[in-house]
Structures are given as structure tokens and as C-alpha cells.
């Protein structure tokens, strides 16, 4: 099993242009979650998702959109980015919502808007 | 006041030592609680979960104290390999919330 895999692993974009993350699971997870890790802030969520089709707001989903149309993937997308972007993007996912459960996170996403 | 709050460090600890770091919560409602290791550049992981009668994993160890909402973690006789961040997580109510971190140094 692959895990939890993320592409692409680096990105730089200009201001204004757009990108999509793809993060895919081959576990067979319910749920999948999108975090976002800058110096001093630790782990924030964007969005997440508890199941195919279904998406919703986390913590700072300001400038992002995402999409579950298959189980195993969870798409991330910025339409328009911004500096303040700069980030390391992780991917994760989890069998469950329940009182025990374990996140398995993707290896991360650098990416950097100049 | 943050949910969960964790003393950034360095800790800076020789090789064999032992060394414990603690993570406060705000909100009694939290219902599980979980230690996360971090090494650089790399995605968390989890290390452990954290029970109400205190749980060890070889040389670890975690306790939950709710009445004073904090959790800790103890490592005995640290490696140089044991360096790295650790997390602090808890949840309540299906939500998730990361601590910071706190970042451990073992020294050779």
C-alpha cells in the first residue's frame, strides 16, 4: 500500500495563476482532510471531506476550493494565488470520526507564490 | 486563550537522558487526546494515544490529567533518533485541533 501519496511534491507559482493539489489514499477511507503548516502556526485545516461527494470548511478555507468526486482522491484547489499562500500543504485521511482514531498523512506539498 | 497550547522548546537534552514535555487544553468537552512526532520536513505521524489511566509505549509514556487539562509525554533514556517535533492533539466533538509543537534536540 502506497498510503497516502500527494502530487506534485514542489510548486512555484506567480500571483494570480491558478493550481490544483491531488492527494489520493489507498486505504479505503471515509474521511480526508486538507492542512495547511506555516512557521509559528502549526497545522491549520482548510477543508475536509467525510465521504465521496461530500466536502466542508475547516478552519482557514479562505481562497481554496476542493472536490471528493472519487473516494480515494481529495482535490485542492487555489483559482487565484496570493503570496500569503506560500505554504506546506498535507493531505491526510482517516478511517473515522470516531473517539479513536489515526490521521496517515500524505508526505506534503511545498509550494511558494512569488 | 488557545484550545491547545504547547511550550515551542528547543529542548535541548543529552543522549540518555529523560525528558518530559507537557500540552494544555482550554475546553473540558475534549474527549481524546493523541501525541504526533513530527521530524523535519517530514508529515506527522502518530506516536500515541493518551488514556485517562496513562498508557506507555517502551520508553514512552502518556498521561492525561483532566482535572488540570493538560496531557504529557515522557521519554526514557532519549536516542539521538528521538529528535524531532512533537504534537499535541486533541479532539472534541470530531473536531481536530494540532498544538504547535514542541521541538526536542537530543544532544550526542
Known amino acids: 500500500n502506497a498510503g497516502v501519496t500527494q502530487t506534485p511534491k514542489f510548486r512555484v507559482l506567480k500571483t494570480g495563476q491558478s493550481m490544483t493539489l491531488l492527494c489520493a489514499q489507498d486505504?479505503?477511507?471515509?474521511?480526508m482532510y486538507w492542512y495547511r503548516q506555516d512557521p509559528g502556526m502549526g497545522l491549520r485545516l482548510i477543508h475536509y471531506?467525510?465521504?465521496?461527494?461530500?466536502?466542508a470548511k475547516g478552519e482557514v478555507p479562505d481562497g481554496y476550493n476542493v472536490s471528493r468526486l472519487k473516494k480515494q482522491n481529495f482535490l485542492l484547489g487555489l483559482e487565484s494565488a496570493a503570496p500569503s499562500q506560500t505554504s506546506v500543504y498535507f493531505c491526510?485521511?482517516?478511517?473515522?470520526?470516531?473517539?479513536?482514531?489515526?490521521?496517515?498523512f500524505g508526505p506534503g506539498t511545498r509550494l511558494t507564490v512569488t | 486563550r488557545k484550545e491547545v497550547e504547547q511550550d515551542p522548546g528547543p529542548f535541548n537534552v543529552p543522549e540518555g537522558a529523560t525528558v518530559a514535555f507537557n500540552c494544555t487544553y482550554s475546553?473540558?468537552?475534549?474527549?481524546?487526546f493523541f501525541w504526533y512526532r513530527q521530524d523535519c520536513r517530514k508529515e506527522p505521524k502518530l506516536l500515541m494515544s493518551?488514556?485517562?489511566s496513562g498508557n506507555e509505549d517502551g520508553r514512552f509514556t502518556a498521561q492525561l490529567n483532566r482535572a488540570s487539562q493538560y496531557i504529557s509525554l515522557l521519554i526514557r533514556d532519549s536516542k539521538l533518533s528521538d529528535s524531532a517535533t512533537y504534537l499535541c492533539?486533541?479532539?472534541?466533538?470530531?473536531?481536530?485541533?494540532f498544538g504547535k509543537g514542541t521541538r526536542l534536540h537530543i544532544l550526542p
Open positions: 492533539v486533541v479532539n472534541r466533538d470530531d473536531k481536530i485541533i
Open positions: 471531506s467525510v465521504g465521496e461527494g461530500t466536502t
Open positions: 493518551v488514556y485517562s
Open positions: 486505504m479505503n477511507h471515509e474521511y
Open positions: 491526510a485521511s482517516s478511517s473515522s470520526l470516531s473517539r479513536s482514531y489515526e490521521q496517515y
Open positions: 475546553n473540558s468537552a475534549s474527549q481524546s
